[in-house]
């Protein structure tokens, strides 16, 4: 049952357990009150057959049983109302005399009952002759041959009683059952609640936040021993992801000089240096200080991102003035690829215009890698109440659908649209959270990406800021 049911939620394993359970509980309940109800109709049915054998035996004496059974056919005995069938038998079961309604009845004591009968016990049975159930009990005479005498009467009416009993007790069972069913989602569902709750706050925690914590129960229970634990895990991991945090952080600071050490010395050299060859080397290496500059600063403004770090300052910023700035920055870029680079609408918005630009910039070189030759990149400016929206939309293959909701992870790269450290989206998310808004991607229905940005203020997590870089 385990490995059919493995597949099932856990709550439905739990309520469909314990519905079985007391199913199977009042199933049997119910067994065991129908035997106990029908065992007590025939321990006093088999009470009078015995009283009336023994009366019969007690007034004719020993000797004159016989002649009752054969001349008194069914006349009752003292205050004996019901009609009742006798039957002489031999020690061994024969029948020596019968009344007529067990004419033609083998002897209803045989076998092991015999013996219990010769020892003195009375025995009961049951027996259905012509469709009819009889009670039968038989009792020693007592006499030197070791006669015995058997009673008989119909049991219909106690028949009729078990089966009143079904009739009422059934429909109860299944109601009972029906209950059963509900008790057990409900039982399901209250003992599931803290996991439940678990769950919710789980999903609260972000990746790189894990200064939450699950709530834990009063009780020493299994419930609460999993949430301590798990609030242990996440404690350690919270130190793990603050010192690696740290060293990103001191790493990046430590790289920064160095590498504006060498594009000073690359480019006191290249001043001197009036030789083509050596002078092209020294320009490439200036490309590559460059680039490694751009990256260490990257990684220093997600470390300031992650330390919720306050912005240097925050003043109006005209987004749309940003875009044609970046537009004017591309252009060269974009016409030596023959794709078209243009900008439209005005928005404006509090935050940090140094950062804001920055997301602006990833996007547009996003664009411009991905876009084909003879492609369109568009920027576009929106007011909204809340504050400013940005859109930058490109022509190239788009991004599998899959990867849409990961593409501004750090360290991610959706598909074929790679960058070079998979930094470039998860700044401009980072510069979209330090203004209290979001970023959302989608593939165009005629190819290619859009990106949307909205910037509601730099206003960030907890009134944090993030700081420019």
């Given at each position: 049952?385990?490995?059919?049911?493995?597949?099932?939620?856990?709550?439905?394993?739990?309520?469909?357990?314990?519905?079985?359970?007391?199913?199977?509980?009042?199933?049997?309940?119910?067994?065991?009150?129908?035997?106990?109800?029908?065992?007590?109709l025939?321990?006093?049915?088999?009470?009078?057959?015995?009283?009336?054998?023994?009366?019969?035996?007690?007034?004719?004496?020993?000797?004159?049983?016989?002649?009752?059974?054969?001349?008194?056919?069914?006349?009752?005995?003292?205050?004996?109302?019901?009609?009742?069938?006798m039957q002489l038998?031999?020690?061994?079961?024969?029948v020596?005399?019968a009344?007529?309604?067990l004419?033609?009845?083998?002897?209803?004591?045989?076998?092991?009952?015999?013996?219990?009968?010769?020892?003195?016990?009375?025995?009961?049975?049951?027996?259905?002759?012509?469709?009819?159930?009889?009670?039968?009990?038989?009792?020693?005479?007592?006499?030197?041959?070791?006669?015995?005498?058997?009673?008989?009467?119909?049991?219909?009416?106690?028949?009729?009683a078990?089966?009143?009993?079904?009739?009422?007790?059934?429909?109860?069972?299944?109601?009972?059952?029906?209950?059963?069913?509900?008790?057990?989602?409900?039982?399901?569902?209250?003992?599931?609640?803290?996991?439940?709750?678990?769950?919710?706050?789980a999903?609260?925690?972000?990746?790189?936040?894990?200064?939450?914590?699950?709530?834990?129960?009063?009780?020493?229970?299994?419930?609460?021993?999993?949430?301590?634990?798990?609030?242990?895990?996440?404690?350690?991991?919270?130190?793990?992801?603050r010192?690696?945090?740290q060293?990103?952080?001191?790493?990046g600071?430590?790289?920064?000089t160095?590498?504006?050490?060498?594009?000073?010395?690359?480019?006191?050299?290249?001043?001197?240096?009036?030789?083509?060859?050596?002078?092209?080397?020294?320009?490439?290496i200036?490309?590559?200080?460059?680039?490694?500059?751009?990256?260490?600063?990257?990684i220093?403004?997600?470390?300031?991102?992650?330390?919720?770090?306050?912005?240097?300052?925050?003043?109006?910023?005209?987004?749309?003035?940003?875009?044609?700035?970046?537009?004017?920055?591309?252009?060269?870029?974009?016409?030596?690829?023959?794709?078209?680079?243009?900008s439209?609408?005005?928005?404006?918005?509090?935050?940090?215009?140094?950062?804001?630009?920055?997301?602006?910039?990833?996007?547009?070189?996003?664009?411009?890698?991905?876009?084909?030759?003879?492609?369109?990149?568009?920027?576009?400016?929106?007011?909204?109440?809340?504050g400013?929206?940005l859109?930058?939309?490109?022509?190239?293959?788009?991004?599998?659908?899959s990867?849409?909701?990961?593409?501004?992870?750090?360290?991610?790269?959706?598909?074929?649209?790679?960058?070079a450290?998979?930094?470039?989206?998860?700044?401009?998310?980072?510069?979209?959270?330090?203004h209290?808004?979001?970023?959302?991607a989608?593939?165009?229905?005629?190819?290619?990406?859009?990106?949307?940005?909205?910037?509601?203020?730099?206003?960030?997590?907890?009134?944090?800021?993030?700081?420019?870089?």
């Amino acid at each position: 049952m385990t490995g059919r049911s493995g597949g099932l939620p856990v709550g439905v394993r739990i309520a469909a357990l314990t519905s079985v359970v007391l199913l199977a509980l009042l199933g049997v309940a119910g067994m065991l009150a129908y035997q106990r109800f029908g065992l007590a109709l025939r321990n006093e049915f088999d009470g009078r057959l015995v009283q009336r054998a023994r009366t019969a035996i007690r007034v004719q004496g020993t000797a004159g049983v016989r002649g009752v059974i054969l001349n008194e056919v069914g006349k009752p005995y003292g205050s004996e109302s019901a009609e009742v069938e006798m039957q002489l038998l031999s020690a061994n079961g024969a029948v020596v005399a019968a009344t007529a309604g067990l004419s033609g009845v083998e002897g209803l004591v045989k076998g092991g009952s015999l013996v219990r009968v010769a020892s003195g016990v009375p025995v009961h049975g049951d027996i259905t002759i012509d469709g009819t159930k009889y009670r039968f009990a038989g009792v020693p005479v007592g006499d030197d041959d070791g006669h015995i005498l058997a009673t008989a009467a119909s049991i219909e009416d106690v028949s009729r009683a078990e089966n009143a009993l079904l009739e009422v007790s059934i429909p109860l069972i299944v109601v009972a059952g029906v209950a059963a069913i509900f008790g057990g989602v409900i039982i399901a569902r209250l003992s599931l609640a803290p996991l439940r709750e678990f769950v919710s706050q789980a999903d609260a925690i972000g990746s790189l936040d894990l200064s939450q914590r699950l709530p834990t129960s009063r009780w020493a229970d299994e419930v609460g021993r999993l949430g301590a634990t798990l609030n242990s895990m996440l404690q350690r991991l919270d130190t793990a992801l603050r010192r690696e945090r740290q060293l990103t952080a001191e790493v990046g600071h430590e790289l920064r000089t160095p590498l504006a050490i060498i594009r000073a010395e690359a480019e006191l050299l290249q001043e001197l240096i009036a030789d083509e060859g050596p002078s092209a080397s020294l320009k490439s290496i200036l490309e590559e200080v460059d680039r490694t500059t751009r990256a260490v600063d990257d990684i220093l403004l997600l470390a300031r991102a992650d330390a919720s770090a306050g912005l240097d300052r925050s003043e109006f910023v005209d987004i749309g003035d940003l875009a044609r700035t970046v537009v004017e920055r591309f252009s060269a870029l974009a016409a030596g690829q023959d794709v078209s680079l243009t900008s439209s609408g005005e928005g404006q918005v509090m935050g940090d215009p140094r950062l804001i630009e920055r997301a602006l910039t990833n996007l547009v070189d996003n664009a411009l890698r991905h876009s084909p030759n003879g492609g369109t990149v568009e920027i576009e400016v929106g007011q909204q109440e809340a504050g400013a929206v940005l859109t930058v939309r490109d022509s190239g293959p788009g991004a599998p659908d899959s990867a849409l909701e990961t593409m501004f992870d750090r360290y991610t790269r959706a598909g074929p649209r790679t960058g070079a450290a998979g930094l470039g989206l998860s700044i401009v998310a980072a510069v979209a959270r330090s203004h209290d808004g979001s970023v959302q991607a989608r593939n165009r229905p005629k190819g290619g990406l859009e990106i949307t940005v909205e910037f509601h203020g730099a206003t960030g997590e907890g009134g944090d800021h993030l700081e420019r870089q």
